[in-house]
T-cell receptor
Framework: EAGVAQSPRYKIIEKRQSVAFWCNPI?????LYWYQQILGQGPKLLIQ????????DSQLPKDRFSAERLKGVDSTLKIQPAKLEDSAVYLC????????????FGPGTRLTVL | AQSVAQPEDQVNVAEGNPLTVKCTYS??????LFWYVQYPNRGLQFLLK??????LVKGSYGFEAEFNKSQTSFHLKKPSALVSDSALYFC????????????FGTGTRLKVLA
């Protein structure tokens, strides 16, 4: 079974530029999560999708971050414009749903904003 | 408010000795509890979970955890540590009285010394 795929693995941009991350979850997983993990901290949930609907986006900075999950499969997370404090690892995870809450994580995208 | 605490930033243990990584939580309703491990330059991996039933749960790589409702704790344990267990460990909780949002702890770095 293929795992959660993310791309790119690394990205370096300058502040005020835009960037997009892509995630393809495990086949059949209904729930998809995006997390921000700043060095030395635990993952912080940015947005949770159930199929193609948003379940929770309370911690997503909506003035600069956006995310979509078209057709309930893969997802993109965008930052526009980026700030220095957005430097972090962006993790995508998926879970089967339907009472199974364990998450399966991708390798992450390390973003550096200069 | 829902929260999870990992009071130790780092735990050092000699190879072959038992290890414990501590986790306490605070939720309004019943908790679902999880442990994840993060090896260097890799995504988080699910280790084990407590949803209901037996307070002692067993997971991957010989790890186990005990749910203690009165102490609101979910400590991770292993009878005999291996050098390869050295990694970053995260505890997470879902509050079933709310939106079922995951909250991760700040992580504990486990170092097993040969």
């Amino acid at each position: 079974e293929a795992g959660v795929a993310q791309s790119p693995r690394y990205k370096i941009i300058e502040k005020r530029q835009s960037v997009a991350f892509w995630c393809n979850p495990i086949s059949g997983h209904a729930t998809l999560y995006w997390y921000q993990q700043i060095l030395g901290q635990g993952p912080k949930l940015l947005i949770q999708f159930q199929n193609n609907g948003v379940v929770d986006d309370s911690q997503l900075p909506k003035d600069r971050f956006s995310a979509e999950r078209l057709k309930g499969v893969d997802s993109t997370l965008k930052i526009q414009p980026a700030k220095l404090e957005d430097s972090a690892v962006y993790l995508c995870a998926s879970s089967p749903g339907q009472g199974a809450y364990e998450q399966f994580f991708g390798p992450g995208t390390r973003l550096t904003v200069l | 408010a829902q929260s999870v605490a990992q009071p130790e930033d780092q735990v050092n243990v000699a190879e072959g000795n038992p290890l414990t990584v501590k986790c306490t939580y605070s939720v309004s309703g019943n908790p679902y509890l999880f442990w994840y491990v993060q090896y260097p330059n890799r995504g988080l991996q699910f280790l084990l979970k407590y949803i209901t039933g037996d307070n002692l749960v067993k997971g991957s790589y010989g790890f186990e955890a005990e749910f203690n409702k009165s102490q609101t704790s979910f400590h991770l344990k292993k009878p005999s540590a291996l050098v390869s267990d050295s990694a970053l460990y995260f505890c997470a909780v879902i509050d079933t009285s709310g939106t079922y949002k995951y909250i991760f702890g700040t992580g504990t770095r486990l170092k097993v010394l040969a």
